[in-house]
C-alpha cells in the first residue's frame, strides 16, 4: 500500500492527498494516452535530499508527451519545479516521484483531443524487486508475451498504455514463482524486463539491447553505461539472444525503481556462479554512490 503524504501537485497547484481525484470519464482511464514518469529522490551524504537526473526524466517526458500529440499546458521549468515543491511540502529525505500527464474529460473516443492534466505525486518506496533480490539476484522468466514492436507502441516514450504489455508478462512471471519477467522483442532479441533495461555481462563485456530497438531508453542504462564506461568496462549495445542470458557470466536490470538487481537464474538455468556477480557488484554500489551525492553535479537537484 502507498503511505499517504499531505499533498499533491495537481494542474498547477498542491492540493490535500484526497482531493487529488478525477471525474470517470477522464479519457487516459479509458484507453491509455497518457504518459508519466519515474523518478527518485535520495537523502545524500551529507544530508540534504537530491533528486536524481531531474532534467533528464523531464525531458523525457515531453518527449513521451510530443510522441502522443498530447499539448503540455506548463514548460519543462514548471514541472521541475513543480517536482522540487513538491517533495519539500511533503517533507521526504527520500521517495519515488510520479508525474503524470493525461488527457482529462471532456469528449470520449479515440479521435477526443481533450485538454492535457498534470499531476505530480510522492511517495516512499523501498526496494522495487525486493531488498533480498538486490543482494542475491532474482529468478527471471522469459515472458510469453512479446515487447511491443518498434512501429506498434512507440517504445521510447513512457506511455500509460505500454504498461500493459508490462503487467501482463509480470503477472505471469509472478504466478509461476518468479520475480520479474524479461520480454523479448518480436524478432526473438532480448529486449527489456517489465520494468528495467537488462544487461548481460560476458568475459569483462557488458551489453544491452540497442536503443534504436523496443526498448525504453531508459535513465538509469544511461547512467550505468556512463558509470561503467568511467570504470574502464567495455559497454556494447547490440542485439542479445536469448541463450545469452542463460551463458552469461553475470545479468543486471536497472531502472529508477528497481535501481540495480542482479539476476541469479533464468528459466531455470543458473546465471554464472548463481549469485551476485563482480560486475554487478561493482556497478550497483557505485550506482548507490552517485545517487546519494557521488556524482556530477548536473545529476543532482538539490530540493
Ligand atoms: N523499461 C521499462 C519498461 C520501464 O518501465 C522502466 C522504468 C525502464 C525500462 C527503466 O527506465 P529508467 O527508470 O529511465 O531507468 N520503470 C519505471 C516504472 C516502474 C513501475 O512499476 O511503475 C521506474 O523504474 O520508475
Request: net charge negative; proline share 3%.
Amino acid at each position: 500500500m502507498v503511505e499517504k503524504v499531505e499533498k499533491i501537485w495537481v494542474d498547477g497547484a498542491l492540493v490535500p492527498w484526497d482531493q487529488a481525484t478525477f471525474h470517470v470519464l477522464t479519457h487516459t482511464l479509458h484507453y491509455g494516452l497518457g504518459v508519466f514518469e519515474g523518478i527518485r529522490a535520495y537523502e545524500t551524504s551529507d544530508g540534504r535530499t537530491a533528486v536524481f537526473k531531474l532534467r533528464e526524466h523531464v525531458r523525457r517526458l515531453f518527449e513521451s508527451a510530443h510522441i502522443c500529440l498530447m499539448p503540455m499546458p506548463f514548460s519543462r521549468e514548471q514541472i521541475e519545479e513543480a517536482i522540487v515543491e513538491t517533495i519539500r511540502v511533503n517533507a521526504l529525505k527520500s521517495c519515488y516521484i510520479r508525474p503524470l500527464a493525461f488527457m482529462g474529460e471532456g469528449s470520449m473516443g479515440v479521435g477526443a483531443d481533450n485538454p492535457t492534466r498534470v499531476a505530480v505525486a510522492v511517495w516512499k518506496w523501498g526496494a522495487y524487486l525486493g531488498e533480498e533480490q538486490l543482494e542475491r539476484g532474482c529468478r527471471v522468466k522469459v515472458s510469453s508475451y512479446a515487447r511491443v514492436g518498434v512501429n506498434s507502441l512507440m517504445a521510447k516514450g513512457k506511455i500509460c498504455g505500454h504498461y500493459v504489455n508490462s503487467i501482463l508478462a509480470k503477472r505471469e512471471a509472478l504466478s509461476l514463482g518468479f520475480d520479474e519477467a524479461i520480454l523479448l522483442d518480436p524478432q526473438g532479441y532480448v529486449c527489456e524486463a517489465s520494468g528495467e533495461n537488462v544487461f548481460v555481462v560476458r568475459d569483462g563485456v557488458v551489453a544491452t539491447a540497442p536503443r534504436g530497438t523496443s526498448v525504453l531508453g531508459g535513465i538509469t542504462r544511461d547512467t550505468v553505461m556512463q558509470l561503467l564506461r568511467d570504470q574502464g568496462v567495455t559497454v556494447t549495445e547490440r542485439l542479445i539472444a536469448r541463450d545469452e542470458l542463460y551463458t552469461a557470466d553475470e545479468v543486471f536490470m536497472c531502472g529508477t525503481a528497481a535501481e540495480v538487481t542482479p539476476v541469479r537464474e533464468v528459466d531455470g538455468r543458473q546465471v554464472g556462479a548463481g549469485s551476485r556477480g563482480p560486475i554487478t557488484e561493482a556497478i550497483q554500489s557505485r550506482y548507490f554512490a552517485a545517487v546519494r551525492g557521488d556524482a556530477p553535479a548536473e545529476w543532482l537537484t538539490y530540493v
